[in-house]
């Protein structure tokens, strides 16, 4: 769906962009994932100087968050396009923390290590079908609709 104007290229991939960090942060989800399928670490190769600096910034995540919110999300002279996109990345950052939570309870379980190895894998297909599917609308010039996530977005961003 577009509405709201029109896209032009550059905000197609500034809208792109947030969705990175999602993805890099669900990457600490994707290690069962990638010690049983080695060859999928090879999709992945272009992001490691993207992983290697997040991950050596401390508080990288946070810095990035309220960056985002402060500087992209509330500034209405941004295309609503990249804002909408931004909040939603924002929100999938918030969903992979939720699930974080989830996991270290459920891995506190004794004997659950095929639930934690199988949450931990959906969550990370998950992220990184939200990651193809979002960067693809994005660069369509469409809003990508994720159930429930959108839905907040769109009560957030005017």
């Known amino acids: 769906m577009t509405w709201r104007g029109s896209t032009t290229v550059p905000d197609r991939i500034f809208a792109c962009l947030p969705y990175l960090l ?25 992001l490691s100087p993207i992983v290697a600096i ?6 990288a995540s946070l810095i990035i968050f309220l960056a985002l919110f402060a500087l992209v999300i509330r500034n209405e002279k941004i295309n609503h396009f990249i804002r909408f ?15 974080s939570i989830l ?17 931990a894998n959906t969550i990370f297909i998950g ?12 660069l369509l010039g469409r809003y990508a609709e994720i159930p429930a996530i959108s839905d907040a977005v769109h009560m957030q961003v005017r």
Not at 22 to 40: K, W, Y
Not at 85 to 99: D, E, K, P, T
Not at 103 to 119: E, H, I, K, M, N
């Open 22 to 46: 999602p993805l890099v942060e669900s990457l600490s989800f994707a290690g069962f994932l990638f010690r049983q399928f080695p060859v999928l670490q090879l999709l992945l190769i272009p």
């Open 54 to 59: 997040y991950r050596s910034i401390p508080f």
């Open 85 to 99: 996109n931004a909040m939603q990345a924002i929100l999938l950052s918030i969903v992979l923390f939720l699930c």
């Open 103 to 119: 996991l270290q309870v459920v891995s506190s379980v004794p004997g659950a290590g095929f639930a934690t190895q199988t949450l």
């Open 127 to 138: 992220i990184l079908a939200a990651f193809v599917y979002s960067v693809a609308q994005s």
